[in-house]
């Protein structure tokens, strides 16, 4: 059996797994879009880093940034926010709009180490549910490590209907997929 911590998204409330929403706690050192497209960008939602359940070498955020463009690609792009990353005390990161500020707290569940066949009834439906670490729903085969996924609710993140899963791929980058 694994184990994997099952997220949970209160309104405003400060969050030991993270943040949805406000002004995220470090600043970006680098990131995947040009400095003059800043604008078309807002902050998302900021995780913290830890060994046990989202382990990313020398990350102590992972940060999700999303377009603010209606009808754009609603796909995240991950930053990788290392130690050492300025703090954020002038507040003047743009966020993306219609979200509230949430925190991020969750609890440990165990998973089986491999899903039940594909014939997956409603009682499975938790091995869908905003996680970090566990069991990989979407069979990963590329040889990459499952972080985590989010759900749209119960938030009301824009993922076109889809989840926001994580993988840390060989190379040590973050990258981001909606399934």
């Given at each position: 059996m694994g184990q994997a911590l099952y997220l949970?998204?209160?309104p405003a409330v400060e969050?030991?797994?993270?943040?949805?929403?406000?002004?995220?706690?470090?600043?970006?050192?680098?990131?995947?879009?040009?400095?003059?497209e800043d604008a078309f960008y807002g902050f998302l939602l900021e995780l913290r880093a830890d060994e046990?359940?989202?382990s990313v070498p020398g990350a102590e955020y992972v940060?999700?940034?999303?377009?603010?463009?209606?009808?754009?690609?609603?796909?995240?792009?991950?930053?990788?926010?290392?130690?050492?990353?300025?703090?954020?005390?002038?507040?003047?990161?743009q966020v993306r709009p219609g979200l509230g500020a949430w925190g991020i707290t969750g609890c440990v569940v165990d998973e089986p180490d491999v899903l039940p066949p594909v014939t997956?009834?409603?009682?499975?439906?938790?091995?869908?549910?905003?996680?970090?670490?566990?069991?990989?729903?979407?069979?990963?085969?590329?040889?990459?490590?499952?972080?985590?996924?989010?759900?749209?609710?119960?938030?009301?993140?824009?993922?076109?209907?889809?989840t926001c899963s994580l993988y840390l791929e060989k190379d040590g980058r973050v990258s981001v997929e909606l399934q």
């Open positions: 949970d998204f209160s969050g030991s797994f993270g943040k949805v929403g406000g002004q995220p706690t470090k600043l970006p050192i680098q990131k995947p879009w040009r400095r003059e046990l359940f989202f940060q999700l940034y999303q377009s603010i463009e209606e009808g754009d690609d609603p796909l995240p792009m991950a930053v990788v926010i290392p130690y050492g990353a300025q703090d954020n005390k002038e507040g003047t990161v997956l009834t409603l009682e499975h439906g938790s091995f869908f549910k905003s996680k970090l670490g566990g069991h990989d729903p979407w069979e990963n085969e590329q040889g990459r490590q499952f972080l985590g996924q989010i759900s749209e609710r119960p938030v009301d993140f824009n993922f076109a209907g889809m």
